[in-house]
């Protein structure tokens, strides 16, 4: 007997990691240079920014 499950499971920290990875390889295909500079790094990953300062990532990307 086959059982087939349809629920399905949102792992938001996974989906948060894939949205920065892809935001990284955006940036990196973008880049002049062969590899982005740790400072090039975390302003693509916003580190340090204030949550209520952070831009909406589909704003972001428009505006590079």
Do not use: Q
């Not at 949205?19 to 002049?32: F, K, R, T």
């Not at 500079?37 to 580190?47: C, G, T």
């Amino acid at each position: 007997m086959s059982c087939h499950i349809t629920r399905r499971v949102h792992d938001h920290l996974a989906l948060a990691e894939i949205e920065l990875c892809g935001e990284l390889m955006i940036a990196a295909s973008a880049a002049v240079e062969e590899r982005l500079s740790p400072d090039r790094i975390d302003e693509v990953l916003e580190v340090g920014a204030e949550p209520a300062v952070r831009r909406p990532r589909s704003v972001a990307r428009r505006g590079e």
